[in-house]
Nanobody, 126 residues
Framework: QFQLQESGGGLVHPGGSLRLSCTGS????????INWFRQAPGKEREGLSC????????YYADSVQGRFTISRDTAKNTVNLQMNKLEPEDTGVYYC???????????????????WGQGTQVTVSS
């Protein structure tokens, strides 16, 4: 059974850091493009960062470029999202999602992803 599980969320002060992990079970994440999404209260789910399956190319939304880093840990079957310089606007539920064939033009669109985790809450507040 294919499953994705996020971990690492929590409460952090502005300017702080968190590291989220997305762990796969029942399949190898190496064959999938993995995207991290965020859904803030009252807002649509938005794609933040993606790592491709073919060559581990990475993509970032403008809002997180330079602050967030996505990486793949093959040994642990995990994709991590290192989040630095967190801002209150980064608050939300963070989801990871997987797809085998990534369409680059729409990498930020939730509709193209086949598998989703349950999400982990990130709260940035003083």
């Amino acid at each position: 059974q294919f499953q994705l599980q996020e971990s690492g969320g929590g409460l952090v002060h502005p300017g702080g850091s968190l590291r989220l992990s997305c762990t796969g079970s029942g399949f190898s994440l190496d064959y999938y493009a993995i995207n991290w999404f965020r859904q803030a209260p009252g807002k649509e789910r938005e794609g933040l960062s993606c790592i491709s399956a073919s060559d581990d190319s990475t993509y970032y939304a403008d809002s997180v470029q330079g602050r967030f880093t996505i990486s793949r840990d093959t040994a642990k079957n995990t994709v991590n999202l290192q989040m630095n310089k967190l801002e209150p606007e980064d608050t939300g539920v963070y989801y990871c999602a997987a797809v085998t064939a990534l369409a680059l033009q729409t990498w930020r669109q939730p509709s193209q992803y086949d598998y989703w985790g349950q999400g982990t809450q990130v709260t940035v507040s003083s």
